[in-house]
């Protein structure tokens, strides 16, 4: 993956350099950054030169997660702005950027640290084409959907609306925690293959699951969970884009190719009333085996475009 840094804008005065904390942040080195900080490092530190970005910004660009929890336990401002110009042009928040790179579990770092869902415009500096906007018109715009629906939840929350988290912790969290429970492994990789129906037809229903029941396992902390965007790349590569398609080996091949090592897969029947059936199982993709499986039921929520 191609890695991405922050904007650097040119200083009309000779010698201009970053904040201390910014290169370290940028690179994920948490011993550089833990250093600095402990020497007296300001982790809001930043310059006109650089769009007045933070170590944070840039530990939220380059999805750090480790850094990004450090900078924020050390003070760093979860909401703080970055700009430049007069009149000024907004680059955002440490969530613009983190919406932007799809870094979902800073995304959701963030959020629980006290970051505003809705701050206000800023950029995508992978995209100057979307323009000035919110996190969430940002995530939505670069395909980040579990991103964007970490944020949309927060809004709504805001909003006291009983829908996003709280709505899919209700009816998808019973069903992960039957797959999930017993399972002593602890720290795993695991990824989301996919949902499809079992009568092999095509429809984005699999993809709102599939969704969905990501953003429950990222919610519940248990486990690393690959980015949809990165399974649906390795799918398309090796023609699965249907998850009854995917046998022990197949099992095997992409799991290795995710880095992952336990993959679910799940079935759909749709049943009277808008409700979707669900049978899933979790297979370890070092063996190809089966080692849990769930069925349950949800609602057909969603309009089908």
């Not at 191609?2 to 290169?23: E, M």
């Not at 007296?40 to 750090?64: F, I, S």
């Not at 023609?239 to 995917?246: D, M, R, T």
């Not at 091949?253 to 995710?258: A, F, N, Q, R, S």
Request: aromatic fraction near 6%; charged fraction near 25%; proline fraction near 4%.
């Amino acid at each position: 993956m191609k890695k991405i840094y922050g904007l650097v804008f040119f200083s009309f005065f000779a010698g201009c350099a970053t904040p201390p904390l910014y290169r370290p942040a940028e690179r994920g080195d948490i011993a550089a950054v833990r250093a600095l900080l402990d020497a007296g490092a300001d982790p809001n530190a930043n310059k006109a030169g650089y769009v007045h970005e933070t170590a944070l910004h840039m530990a939220a660009l380059n999805n750090r997660l480790d850094v990004a929890r450090l900078l924020i336990d050390r003070g760093a401002d979860v909401n703080h702005m970055a700009y430049t110009g007069l009149p000024p042009k907004m680059y955002g928040t440490p969530l613009h950027y983190a919406a932007c790179a799809g870094a979902n579990a800073v995304v959701q770092l963030l959020l629980e640290r006290g970051a505003d869902p809705d701050p206000g415009p800023g950029r995508c500096l992978k995209d100057s084409g979307l323009g000035e906007t919110s996190p969430l018109s940002l995530a939505e715009g670069m395909g980040h959907t579990v991103a964007a629906e970490l944020i949309r939840s927060a809004v709504a929350s805001r909003l006291g609306l009983a829908s996003g988290a709280a709505k899919n912790s209700g009816e998808y969290g019973p069903i992960v925690g039957a797959l999930l429970k017993g399972y002593a492994g602890g720290g795993k990789t695991i990824a989301v293959a996919g949902f499809s129906y079992s009568d092999g037809r095509l429809s984005r229903d699999g993809h709102v699951i599939s969704e969905r029941f990501t953003t429950e396992l990222i919610n519940r902390k248990a486990m690393r969970v690959v980015e949809r965007d990165k399974i649906e790349k390795v799918l398309g590569e090796l023609k699965l884009q249907n998850s009854g398609a995917i046998d022990r080996e197949s099992a095997k091949k992409v799991g290795g190719m995710l880095g992952a090592d336990l993959l679910v897969v799940g079935g759909m029947v749709e049943l009277p009333g808008k409700v979707l059936e669900l049978n899933i199982r979790m297979a370890s993709v070092e063996s190809g085996e089966a080692l849990a499986a769930v069925t349950g039921r949800v609602r057909k929520d969603w309009v089908n475009e």
